[in-house]
């Protein structure tokens, strides 16, 4: 059962429902809403996280009187943490069960898949990633949930160079999303000053990158960064004896994940935005309702899907019940102040994330410490 008040909460930013729908709950046609999200497969550390979020907010806003009395239905689809099934399960959503927005994909190789044949029809996209391919600028419904691959390498620097002064950097990234965020931190490498000694890839799913960690580890970097979507390269790097700090991106910061690196898992440090243990102040009612359904603490994964779920609520109230898929993109183009962060869906970027809105976070024994670094 949720905590009394967290109708409140579910309107943050908002006004999303009349008093009397308050008063009586949701019981209108369903507003459906389909979400792709990698359940199974390497991904499965992201998917499992924005289930849960997605499906609080979902509770929350229902019970609270849904949007102007229609409930609210998402409808969950596992992609397997393949491009081609993420596409396939797009098309069932969007003509057979005819949703009025996706949420997801969780992978960015999904999500570019996806992003193609929902644009194509103007239906609105709120991804889990961020800012991919440049292809995806020219898209008018496509909106990113999370930080540009860009923001994310500059967020990595700052705390690499201004608090542990490094100069030399070693890279340990997968094929994808690590790929990605690699390719950002090449833009940027030359203003922050820094020489990236060792760059080694590894296959999205890889089991073991002992050999890659190991040329890493060789080339005597002041920190390593390990950008992946999987436990297996953080444990690796511990295992061929990497002693240096690892930074990593926030594609890796769920407790899933953490699990999975066992007792290699501390000292890793995140640029990421919500840190459970120790949350901002607008983020303590959500992280409050979360551990009261769930037993656990939520992190940024959760807070994005929750967030997803009352972007569409909102617009949806604000574009009317009669609103097809491109007035409903339209009415999301603007500002948001979400529990992960402020967005701003009519930037550039289809985020308007800044700079300033990182924490930054340290594992200590399998927990994360908020710590005292800020940004700009």
Same mark, same amino acid.
């Given at each position: 059962m949720l905590r009394a008040g967290l109708g409140t909460l579910a309107l943050a930013g908002a006004t999303i429902m009349s008093p009397m729908a308050q008063a009586q709950g949701a019981t209108g046609e369903p507003l459906k809403i389909g979400a792709i999200i990698s359940l199974t497969g390497p991904g499965a550390g992201l998917g499992n996280p924005q289930r849960q979020g997605m499906l609080l907010a979902e509770k929350t806003i229902n019970a609270a009187g849904g949007v102007n009395g229609r409930p609210i239905r998402i409808l969950i689809e596992d992609d397997?943490?393949?491009? +081609?099934?993420?596409?396939?399960?797009?098309?069932?959503?969007?003509? +057979?069960?005819?949703?009025?927005?996706?949420?997801?994909?969780?992978? &960015?190789?999904? &999500?570019?898949?996806?992003?193609?044949? &929902?644009?194509?029809?103007g239906l609105p996209t709120l991804c889990f990633t961020g800012l991919g391919p440049r292809i995806e600028l020219t898209y008018k419904s496509l909106f990113h949930l999370l930080p540009a691959q860009d923001l994310n390498a500059k967020a990595m620097l700052e705390y690499s160079t201004k608090e542990l002064k490094a100069k030399k950097i070693g890279i340990l990234h997968d094929t994808g999303y690590g790929q990605v965020v690699t390719n950002q931190l090449n833009v940027h490498r030359q203003a922050y000053g820094v020489e990236f000694v060792a760059i080694e890839k590894f296959e999205v799913g890889a089991s073991d990158v002992s050999a890659q960690a190991a040329k890493v580890r060789a080339a005597s970097p002041d920190v390593v960064f390990v950008i992946a979507t999987s436990a297996v390269p953080f444990r690796n790097a511990r295992q061929v004896k990497i002693e240096q700090p690892i930074v990593s991106a926030i594609g890796s910061s769920t407790y899933d994940y953490v699990r999975g690196f066992g007792e290699y898992a501390d000292n890793i440090i995140y640029p990421e935005f919500v840190v459970g243990e120790q949350p901002k102040d607008n983020q303590k009612a959500f992280v409050e309702a979360f551990q009261k359904e769930y037993g656990s603490l939520p992190k940024n994964f959760e807070a994005a899907a929750w967030d997803s779920v009352h972007i569409i609520a909102k617009a949806a109230a604000k574009a009317g019940p009669k609103a097809g898929s491109k007035d409903l993109a339209a009415a999301m183009r603007g500002s948001y102040p979400g529990v992960m962060a402020t967005y701003d869906f009519a930037k550039d970027d289809m985020t308007g994330i800044e700079l300033s809105s990182y924490v930054f976070s340290k594992l200590v024994k399998g927990k994360f410490e908020r710590l005292s670094f800020t940004t700009k």
């Open positions: 397997g943490s393949k491009p +081609d099934i993420a596409k396939s399960k797009a098309e069932r959503l969007m003509y +057979d069960e005819k949703v009025s927005a996706i949420i997801g994909p969780s992978l &960015t190789a999904s &999500t570019g898949a996806v992003a193609a044949i &929902t644009n194509a029809e």
